[in-house]
């Protein structure tokens, strides 16, 4: 089963907002790009640069989240994994 974690969210929550602030989920290609969020999402895709992404939110209030363990041992906050077709938090 592939895990598309960030189009799911994407999708449901296209048109949310919270205490009149829109949610915006994006797709970064670069990590100069990472400066203006407050979660970042790491897919399974980028796990070859997780330490790129993770070092550039470091020391800022970032909740970083990824989708494998692989991500809590780069130093990830948390991680989302799927079992028998149900999505976890680790």
């Known amino acids: 089963m592939e895990f598309a974690f ?3 969210l994407a999708e449901m929550t296209r048109g949310t907002t919270v205490h ?3 949610l915006e989920i994006r797709w970064m290609h670069k990590p100069q ?3 203006w969020c407050q979660i970042l999402f790491v ?3 980028e796990q070859k640069r997780y330490n790129q992404a993770l070092d550039a939110v470091r020391g ?3 909740l ?3 989708e494998t363990p692989e991500f809590l041992a ?3 906050i948390m991680s989302f994994c799927s ?3 149900r999505f976890n938090l680790t």
């Open 83 to 85: 079992q028998q077709e």
């Open 20 to 22: 009149d602030r829109r």
């Open 64 to 66: 970083t989240v990824g």
């Open 74 to 76: 780069a130093g990830g």
């Open 43 to 45: 897919s399974r895709s």
């Open 33 to 35: 790009e990472l400066s």
């Open 6 to 8: 960030g189009t799911s």
């Open 60 to 62: 800022r209030m970032v």
